[in-house]
C-alpha cells in the first residue's frame, strides 16, 4: 500500500512538473521569434536600408507574418503604409552622393524616397489605444559590408510579430496598434508620418511601448526608461518578475551625468514631442552596435527570449493599470 501511494505521490508531482513547463513553452512561440530574427537580419535583406529592395523584402516579410495571425490591418488599404521622403542639398549628397558637388549644393538633384510602416491593429474593449512600435530599418551596406542590424533592430521586429501572434486570440481592456516604422536610423521619419497619418484620433493613443535593441547583453540587463518624464507607469513595472534578467530603470534624467539619455534615441521621442507617454526598452550599446558584426550569430538567445516575455507581462500590466478615460 505504501509503495501505491509513493508511486501515486511521484505520479502527481511529473504531471505537475510537466503542466508547469506546459505552461512556460506556451508563454510565446520561441522557435517563432529566433526563425523571424534570422530572417530579418539574414544577408538578403542587404541590412534593409531605407528606400532599398531590402527594406521593401522586410516589410513584406514582417505584413505576411501579421496577415497569417489574421490580425485586423489598420488602414482599408492594408498593413503596409507607404510615404514618401525627399532628400535635398546636403543630406540628398551624404545619402546619395554625385560626384563634385558644389559648395552649395545647387547642382544635387532632390532624390524621393518611397518607405513603408507595416501597421496592424487589435481592437479592445475601449477606444483608447497602447501602440506597440519598433523599427525594421538599418544601416544597409557600406562599402563591401552588410549592416545586418540583429540587435538593431531585427530583434524589436520580431518580438513585435511575436507580441502581435501572443494577443491574436486575445481581448484586451485597450486597443492595441502593432507599429512596424521604418526610417529610424535616419531621424524616425516612418513614425512621424505615421502619427501625422494616425488610423484613430491621436488624442486616444494613452501610452507608446517602443523596443530598439532588446537582444544583446551579456549581464541580462533589459532597461525600461521613461519614468523620469512619467513617474506614474513605476507601479506596473515594479510588479514585473522574472528569476533571469534584471529590469532596470534609467537612462532618461537630463540631470544625469553619469548615464546616456535615450528620451530622444529612438522612436518614442516622437510620442514624447506629443506628450503622449512612453516606456522603451532596450540594452545599453554593446561592442557590436552599429557594426556588421551585429549578426544573429551573437545576440544572446536566452536573454533575448526573456526580455519578449518580460515585454508581454509589462504590456499585460498597463492594459489592466492605465486609465480608460480620455487623456
Same mark, same amino acid.
Given at each position: ?138 544601416? =544597409? ?140 526598452? =532596450? ?45
Amino acid at each position: 500500500m505504501k509503495k501505491t501511494v509513493y508511486l501515486f505521490y511521484c505520479f502527481l508531482v511529473f504531471i505537475a512538473c510537466q503542466n508547469k513547463h506546459m505552461e512556460e513553452a506556451s508563454i510565446i512561440n520561441e522557435d517563432m521569434l529566433l526563425y523571424n530574427l534570422k530572417v530579418i537580419s539574414h544577408d538578403s535583406l542587404e541590412g534593409r536600408f531605407f528606400g532599398t529592395e531590402g527594406n521593401i523584402r522586410a516589410q513584406k516579410f514582417i505584413a505576411k507574418q501579421f496577415e497569417s495571425f489574421g490580425i485586423e490591418s489598420a488602414f482599408p488599404a492594408g498593413s503596409i503604409q507607404k510615404f514618401p521622403y525627399t532628400f535635398t542639398g546636403r543630406r540628398r549628397q551624404r545619402m546619395c552622393p554625385i560626384s563634385n558637388p558644389e559648395e552649395d549644393f545647387s547642382n544635387v538633384p532632390d532624390t524621393t524616397v518611397i518607405g513603408g510602416n507595416v501597421i496592424v491593429m487589435i481592437k479592445g474593449e475601449i477606444n483608447e489605444a497602447i501602440v506597440i512600435t519598433s523599427h525594421l530599418d538599418h544601416l =544597409g551596406v557600406r562599402g563591401d559590408l552588410i549592416y545586418n542590424g540583429a540587435d538593431d533592430n531585427g530583434s524589436g521586429i520580431a518580438a513585435l510579430i511575436t507580441i502581435a501572434d501572443y494577443y491574436k486570440n486575445k481581448s484586451p481592456k485597450h486597443t492595441l496598434i502593432f507599429a512596424a516604422v521604418d526610417a529610424e536610423e535616419i531621424g524616425s521619419l516612418g513614425c512621424e508620418y505615421l502619427l501625422n497619418n494616425f488610423p484613430i484620433d491621436i488624442e486616444n493613443i494613452v501610452l507608446n511601448i517602443n523596443m530598439d535593441m532588446i537582444a544583446h547583453n551579456d549581464s541580462s540587463q533589459l532597461y525600461a526608461a521613461g519614468l523620469y518624464h512619467y513617474p506614474a507607469l513605476k507601479e506596473p513595472l515594479d510588479n514585473l518578475k522574472s528569476e533571469k534578467i534584471k529590469l532596470l530603470y534609467g537612462h532618461d534624467n537630463p540631470n544625469n551625468k553619469d548615464e546616456d539619455n535615450w528620451t530622444s534615441a529612438s522612436d518614442h521621442r516622437v510620442f514624447h514631442k506629443r506628450q503622449i507617454p512612453f516606456i522603451y526598452f =532596450g540594452v545599453v550599446d554593446h561592442k557590436d552596435y552599429h557594426k556588421p558584426t551585429d549578426t544573429f550569430e551573437n545576440i544572446n538567445s536566452e536573454f533575448y527570449k526573456e526580455s519578449v516575455i518580460l515585454i508581454i507581462q509589462a504590456i499585460e500590466a498597463f492594459d489592466s493599470f492605465l486609465n480608460s478615460e480620455p487623456r
